[in-house]
């Protein structure tokens, strides 16, 4: 296993679409492994693999606990919304690579998600509330979409210019 080092925007390297996996195999494990590993050092919910720039449909999720029942992990190849409910959730997101932002954002409150696990096994997955909301920000980065393309033009380019700025006093 190893930690590897999340992309922060406006890397262009977030906005590409990832390739599918053609097949879960030992190589795929440990990269799903290292982003397991990445996720919990980073103390997010999700990652998925465009955000540490390698361009792979794979997406981890861990949501740690929910009512007192510990969350088996999730490890996804090729994730897939097969339906998603008109009724919507409102929820503060962040995301790791756009660190230090966090804003409302609207979606589906219920999905269907296909994928494939760790074991090369496909499956299918309902959620809703916190899992669906981490399951669409998660499918949206392997699509090159972040979480701030859904707030207004306004505040998407308020908090792009102030990361630039973060990124000049580092040089
Ligand atoms: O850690 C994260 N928290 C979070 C909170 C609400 C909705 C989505 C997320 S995902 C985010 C980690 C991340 O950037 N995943 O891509
Ligand atoms: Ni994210």
């Not at 390297?13 to 982003?35: Q, T, W």
């Not at 540490?52 to 449909?57: A, H, N, T, W, Y």
Request: net charge neutral.
């Amino acid at each position: 296993m190893a930690l590897l080092e999340i992309l922060t925007a406006p890397d262009p390297r977030l906005l590409a679409k990832a390739h599918p996996v053609e097949k879960v195999d030992s190589g795929i494990r440990k990269l799903m492994d290292s982003l397991l590993e990445t996720l919990y050092y980073n103390d997010g919910v999700g990652l998925a693999s465009t955000q540490v720039g390698i361009s792979k449909r794979i997406v981890v999720i861990d949501l740690g606990e929910r009512n007192g029942i510990p969350f088996k992990p999730l490890l996804m190849a090729n994730p897939e919304l097969q339906w998603f409910s008109v009724d919507t959730q409102i929820t503060k997101e962040g995301c790791l690579s756009v660190p230090g932002f966090y804003e409302n954002v609207i979606r589906s409150l219920e999905v269907r998600v296909s994928y494939t696990d760790e074991n090369n096994q496909k499956q299918l997955l309902e959620a809703r509330g916190l899992l669906a909301d981490c399951l669409q920000h998660e499918i949206d980065h392997l699509n090159g979409v972040l979480f701030i393309e859904h707030l207004s033009a306004l505040k998407r380019n308020l908090i792009l210019n102030k990361l630039r700025k973060e990124i000049r006093k580092k040089r």
